[in-house]
């Protein structure tokens, strides 16, 4: 991933959703040929027929005090060539020259761009230029983000998880993942991801009748037809959802910060596991995750240390009001058990001890006013892997086998005095507030805490799920199909999060919603102050 830093600029300016909706989805921008705003207009000739193409439009991510990555695909051999701006006209826009798109990353490119204003409303667009012949250059795609603000002003943002799940894609008869245009619609600063960001595992079927009678029409692709094997299969996942055009305006519109779980990969799997599953020639986990994790990178606008190009886990400072930390509990874990083992040790690994240092060194270090822990999975609802378990949670009692890792970072919180940590999270495929309360708690050496689960956002829905009294989750409040499963997202059980921190009384509102808009539950959070 290439770096480039930009000139700072003063000059403020406000997208209009229309314009950049109409503009973005469609692949809308000038031709090459015509010129770009600015006077710095991209060299280029106008046969189109011969010109590359931006196949999946734009994206941006992991946004900062001074920036964000962003990240497109051509058809070819291409460089990327991108303009940014400050203004919506373009009047001040640079020209920037990026990587080259080739053949081992699929022909994907990412940078991320730097020294920009803080808290400034980004407009960028991003063409190709043909390796093979230079006058050749794509039409350009247009996208936007924000910054991260300086100051302590508001921030607003969304989360979710479970995307294209249980044999559910896109029907776009039925409009599509409608679920994206409700968060774009929110106009948030950015999305979390929270994982299930595609269903690897999970091939599709052109029709699936429904319950009413009537009868889901999925777009299939080749890659979607079966598991996910091959690095092409994964890659082909990825590329599924950039099919939909409300996914497609989401990402140009919102940046986002991605992380992954299980059906990136294969469902439930964990370093070292041999599938049994007669659907996959290739048996080893290890190897799947590796191609998965790749594909991840390639088609999510990430910020990949370039010692360290399979790192997921990782903190994103958005200004003074907010860290979020990005963790991982994929990568590092033990194998899946009965998760009961009275001492700690490699088996019982979930964040693993580097990352879990990490963590606590990162969580110490922050000053920012709240600490997001992002986590790819719930803490106190059981997460069943048949007779094993697929999280922490193991059944009520004192903490055990995976819990021990949780039970030292909640001590070390509070014994760090490290104040006012949320954990947002998905993955059950309903949606929930859980208040941890130590005096219900069977470990009680923690501060109270808030954990929010939201999502689907397109996938079946699932739940409720059997809670676990170690930590003492209270459910404050839960939406769910009350046992029934696999409801297609026709049903209206897809929801996501919409958070909310106001920059004058730092007080967090966390705020659950449905795909139709309809605000379930809401709480402010006051800050414990220093």
Same mark, same amino acid.
């Given at each position: ?225 079966? &598991? /996910?094997?091959?690095?092409?299969? +994964?890659? =082909? ?5 950039? $099919?939909?055009?409300?996914? !497609? %305006? ?92 009275? &001492? /700690?040790?490699?088996?019982?690994? +979930?964040? =693993? ?5 990490? $963590?606590?060194?990162?969580? !110490? %270090? ?165």
């Amino acid at each position: 991933m290439t770096r480039v830093v930009l000139p700072r600029t003063g000059a403020q300016a406000r997208v209009t959703r229309r314009r950049f909706l109409a503009g973005s989805a469609a692949g809308a921008g000038l031709a090459a040929a015509s010129g770009l705003a600015s006077g710095l207009a991209m060299p280029g000739i106008s046969r189109a027929a011969s010109r590359p193409q931006i196949t999946h439009g734009v994206q941006s991510g992991d946004p900062g005090a001074g920036g964000a990555v962003i990240w497109s695909r051509a058809d070819r051999p291409a460089r990327m060539v991108v303009e940014v701006a400050t203004r919506e006209s373009f009047a001040d826009a640079r020209r920037l020259v990026g990587p080259a798109a080739l053949e081992a990353g699929d022909y994907t490119a990412k940078m991320r761009l730097g020294d920009l204003p803080a808290g400034q409303q980004v407009f960028y667009r991003v063409a190709f230029e043909d390796l093979a012949e230079p006058t050749l250059l794509s039409e350009p795609v247009e996208g936007r983000f924000r910054t991260a603000p300086g100051d302590r002003r508001s921030v607003r943002f969304v989360w979710t998880g479970d995307t294209a799940g249980q044999g559910w894609g896109i029907d776009r008869e039925r409009g599509g993942m409608t679920g994206y245009a409700a968060m774009l619609a929110q106009n948030p600063d950015f999305f979390i991801n929270s994982g299930d960001t595609i269903y690897a595992d999970g091939p599709l079927q052109a029709e699936v009748a429904l319950p009413d009678g009537g009868v889901w029409k999925n777009l299939v692709t080749e890659e979607k037809a079966k &598991v /996910a094997e091959t690095l092409a299969e +994964f890659r =082909g996942n990825f590329k599924y959802n950039l $099919l939909d055009e409300n996914y !497609l %305006a989401m990402m140009a519109g919102v940046p986002m910060i991605a992380q992954w779980d299980d059906h990136e990969t294969v469902n439930n799997w964990y370093p070292g596991e041999l599938l049994a599953d007669e659907r996959y020639s290739v048996k080893s986990a290890s190897l799947l995750a590796a191609r998965a994790n790749r594909a991840f990178h390639e088609f999510m606008p990430t910020a990949t240390p370039a010692l360290e190009p399979e790192r997921v886990h990782r903190k994103i400072s958005y200004g003074p009001l907010l860290d979020v930390f990005v963790i991982d509990m994929r990568t590092f874990r033990g194998a899946n058990s009965d998760n009961r083992q009275p &001492v /700690a040790g490699p088996e019982t690994a +979930f964040l =693993g001890t580097e990352q879990l240092a990490w $963590l606590k060194r990162e969580l !110490l %270090a922050s000053k920012a006013t709240w600490k997001v822990i992002a986590s790819d999975m719930p803490i106190g609802i059981q997460v069943k892997d048949g007779d094993n378990f697929e999280n922490a949670a193991n059944g009520d009692g004192p903490a055990l086998g995976r819990e021990m890792e949780i039970a030292e970072l909640l001590r070390f919180i509070k014994l760090n005095d490290v104040a006012n940590t949320v954990w947002l999270t998905a993955d059950v495929h309903y949606t929930a507030a859980h208040y941890y309360d130590p005096s219900k708690a069977q470990f009680q050496e923690f501060e109270p805490f808030w954990e929010f689960v939201s999502g689907p956002i397109h996938a079946g829905s699932f739940g409720p799920g059997q809670m676990d009294d170690t930590f003492g989750p209270q459910v404050v409040y839960s939406k769910d199909p009350a046992g029934r499963a696999n409801l297609p997202p026709s049903e209206g059980l897809q929801f996501f999060g919409l958070v909310e921190i106001d920059g004058d009384s730092q007080a967090m509102t966390v705020t659950l919603k449905d795909i139709a808009d309809a605000a379930l539950y809401s709480v402010t959070l006051e800050p414990k102050r220093g």
